[in-house]
């Protein structure tokens, strides 16, 4: 398997403009979870679906951020309008049954300027 | 609620000496326990996990932990540390009442390992 895959590894974009990130979790994995990581707020979880469905977004800073998952293979998280706060490394991370250990992608850092 | 408190932000070792990286865990059950490394740069992998069966859980790269329920703490050893140790270290608690598979990461533990 290849693992959990994050696309694209780096995005640079200006301020105001919307922002994609992707993520295809491990086949047969049925948990799907997004994080973001800066310095001064260490890892935190914004959202998380459970076969396709979400869960839990209470960690979604505001209605700027939105996540979607149309299919047990594929996720988006989309930040419309985006801004320099924003700025930080999103993980996506899956995993399979509760209790389990979660299998992260190797992030996508974002700048925003 | 759940929690994890990492009680050491940095922790420098010689290589070759031992590494304990301490965790304290609030829980008001048996909580599944995992410790997970980032390289710089790189994304999180897991070490080792503790779900309720040995206390002592042994993981990759010569990593252990040990479950002490009385003292509510999962600490990460190794008895010889090695320069490729050198990252950052999350403790982690995983939110399992209420169907939810949710981990609570740590703040964390960067370390480094010096010749």
């Known amino acids: 398997d290849a693992g959990v895959i994050q696309s694209p590894r780096h995005e640079v974009t200006e301020m105001g403009q919307e922002v994609t990130l992707r993520c295809k979790p491990i086949?047969?994995?049925?948990?799907l979870f997004w994080y973001r990581q800066t310095m001064m707020r260490g890892l935190e979880l914004l959202i998380y679906?459970?076969?396709?469905?979400?869960?839990?977004d209470s960690g979604m800073p505001e209605d700027r951020f939105s996540a979607k998952m149309p299919n047990a293979s594929f996720s988006t998280l989309k930040i419309q309008p985006s801004e320099p706060r924003d700025s930080a490394v999103y993980f996506c991370?899956?995993?399979f049954g509760q209790g389990a250990g979660y299998t992260f992608g190797s992030g996508t850092r974002l700048t925003v300027v | 609620a759940q929690s994890v408190t990492q009680l050491d932000s940095h922790v420098s070792v010689s290589e070759g000496t031992p590494v304990l990286l301490r965790c304290n865990y609030s829980?008001?059950?048996?909580?599944?326990l995992f410790w997970y490394v980032q390289h710089p740069n790189k994304g999180l992998q897991l070490l080792l996990k503790?779900?309720?069966?040995?206390?002592l859980v042994k993981g990759i790269n010569g990593f252990e932990a040990e479950f002490k329920k009385s003292e509510t703490s999962f600490h990460l050893t190794k008895p010889s540390a090695h320069m490729s140790d050198a990252a950052e270290y999350f403790c982690?608690?995983?939110?399992?009442?209420?169907?939810?598979?949710?981990?609570?990461f740590g703040a964390g533990t960067r370390l480094a390992v010096h010749p």
């Open positions: 982690v608690v995983s939110d399992l009442p209420g169907g939810y598979n949710k981990l609570i």
């Open positions: 086949s047969g994995h049925d948990y």
């Open positions: 991370a899956s995993s």
């Open positions: 829980s008001s059950y048996s909580p599944s």
């Open positions: 503790y779900t309720s069966a040995a206390t």
């Open positions: 679906f459970n076969n396709n469905v979400p869960i839990d």
